[in-house]
């Protein structure tokens, strides 16, 4: 193949993050007392047929598939790009960017691997505040400001839009 896989792998891992993220914000907001009320009006007034308290076993899903559709965003990542970080070290902003999008994305991984395992073997997996404030509060920001840095490796940096199999001719 002649372009990179990475760009086709990052948006299922970026769209189930923000859905675990909504699902549990929504979830967390519709049990504390002081906006629970405001939830469920919102609910009604815009009938919406499905309860907040199935939120808790959705994003536990949603958990579960931003681990699966991870792999192959960090693995396509990485390999994208090695060969920058070889040719340049990391004097480049080109592989400056590279490694601070890969950790940031790396930091919401782990969040989601937290909150798979510490949700795992909780009646209706259960959100505790912890996991609300990895899910909403560290992995939605650092999910949307890791996919800025991705796009501005593509628009600015041109990362995956070298000719690979064009043959120069003079």
Known sequence: MGHPAHPATVHFPITTTLLTGGLDAVYFLSTYAPTATAVAS??????????????PVLSYYTTILTLLFSAPAVATGAQQLMP??????????????????ALINDITVVGALYNWWSRRSNAGFIPSNENVLVSTLLAVPATLFAAYLGGSLVYIYGMGFQNRNVKKTQ
Do not use: E, N, W, Y
């Open 42 to 55: 919102t609910f009604k007034t815009f009938s919406i047929a499905i309860s907040p308290s199935l939120f």
């Open 84 to 101: 920058v970080i070889k040719r340049d070290g990391f004097s480049s902003k080109k592989a400056k960017v590279g490694v601070a999008h």
